[in-house]
Nanobody, 117 residues
Framework: QVQLVESGGGLVQAGGSLRLSCAAS????????MGWYRQAPGKQRELVAD???????NYADSVKGRFTISRDNAKNTVYLQMNSLKPEDTAVYYC???????????WGQGTQVTVSS
């Protein structure tokens, strides 16, 4: 059972930056996607950004130009650099791993990001 451990959330003022990290407990050899989703109170969980193991990136329109996703395959880790944060970015951010060989989805425990105005 792969475990995902997230870190880097917190409280920041609007316009500030945060960097989230998510480390997988073991190396996923097969082609896979790692990404970040978020869920605000009363709303559905939504994709923020994801990246495949060969580096193809995908972003939600609401974060394009402000957030950057990256990964270090040697460390089994995915990062989310969040700049120019807005109060509407406030949510619990979840890391997701999807190995395409098994299609079993793994989720992290979530990390709170709060942006004050």
């Amino acid at each position: 059972q792969v475990q995902l451990v997230e870190s880097g959330g917190g409280l920041v003022q609007a316009g500030g930056s945060l960097r989230l990290s998510c480390a997988a407990s073991e190396k996923i050899v097969s082609f896979n996607t790692m990404g970040w989703y978020r869920q605000a109170p009363g709303k559905q969980r939504e994709l923020v950004a994801d990246v495949t193991s060969i580096g193809f990136r995908n972003y939600a329109d609401s974060v394009k130009g402000r957030f950057t996703i990256s990964r270090d395959n040697a460390k089994n880790t995915v990062y989310l650099q969040m700049n120019s944060l807005k109060p509407e970015d406030t949510a619990v951010y979840y890391c997701k791993l999807l190995p395409w060989s098994t299609k079993v989805v793994y989720w992290g425990q979530g990390t709170q990001v709060t942006v004050s105005s």
